[in-house]
């Protein structure tokens, strides 16, 4: 079964630290991956996505993911957070092609 | 930068109502869905719009639920008798043949 797993629920991080957010999926089929942010009572922004070519992809707000194909994962990084970083952050999949399947999300809550 | 735009932003219905509600799509774009996220849970997909007629549609899309686009511009979602567990917030969102979706800020549905 295809499925999106996001490991953490919530990460506390204080601020200028780095932080990333896991997230695995589980499929046999070709897949494109994106990572969305959500903060309070907003919409879904994009913040970057892979669809072919370079494994690192760079978003915006400094924020990165790697593909890494043999472990089915697409993990979001970004080297120092901010304040403004805390939201929820969802991981994406499209399974060939189909419409996107949303992980359960990840709360990053950036202290002082 | 173009925006996807949903009407009414809060909606509030007593159970077994019916609700429509609305979504503008970016103008140029092809492919149009419904999401919703209820309180504190993932988003889910609904249904997935092109060409004039649906292209892939969830479990959760039953007979209760109908979409249309009526015009050029319009993209709307039906509930035909609403139930307490359609309480969520729904997202339209719409993208070109490349994979970039643009979601709108959300229809807070409310069924009492």
């Known amino acids: 079964a295809q499925s999106v797993t996001q490991l953490d629920s919530q990460v506390p991080v204080f601020e200028e630290a780095p932080v990333e957010l896991r997230c695995n999926y589980s499929?046999?089929?070709?897949?494109?991956l994106f990572w969305y942010v959500q903060y309070p009572n907003q919409g879904l922004q994009l913040l970057l996505k892979?669809?072919?070519?370079?494994?690192l992809v760079k978003g915006i707000n400094g924020f990165e993911a790697e593909f890494n194909k043999s472990q089915t994962s697409f993990h979001l990084r970004k080297p120092s957070v901010h304040i403004s970083d805390t939201a929820e952050y969802f991981c994406?999949?499209?399974?060939?092609?189909?419409?996107?399947?949303f992980g359960s999300g990840t709360r990053l809550q950036v202290q002082p | 930068e173009p925006e996807v735009t949903q009407t009414p932003s809060h909606q509030v219905t007593q159970m077994g109502q019916e609700v429509i509600l609305r979504c503008v799509p970016i103008s140029n774009h092809l492919y149009f869905y419904w999401y919703r996220q209820i309180l504190g849970q993932k988003v889910e997909f609904l249904v997935s719009f092109y060409n004039n007629e649906i292209s892939e549609k969830s479990e959760i899309f039953d007979d209760q639920f109908s979409v249309e686009r009526p015009d050029g511009s319009n993209f709307t979602l039906k509930i035909r008798s609403t139930k307490l567990e359609d309480s969520a917030m729904y997202f339209c969102?719409?993208?070109?043949?490349?994979?970039?979706?643009?979601f709108g800020s959300g229809t807070r549905l409310t069924v009492v």
């Open positions: 969102a719409s993208r070109q043949e490349a994979w970039s979706y643009t």
């Open positions: 892979y669809l072919s070519g370079s494994t």
């Open positions: 994406a999949v499209s399974f060939s092609r189909r419409a996107l399947t």
């Open positions: 499929s046999s089929v070709s897949v494109y």
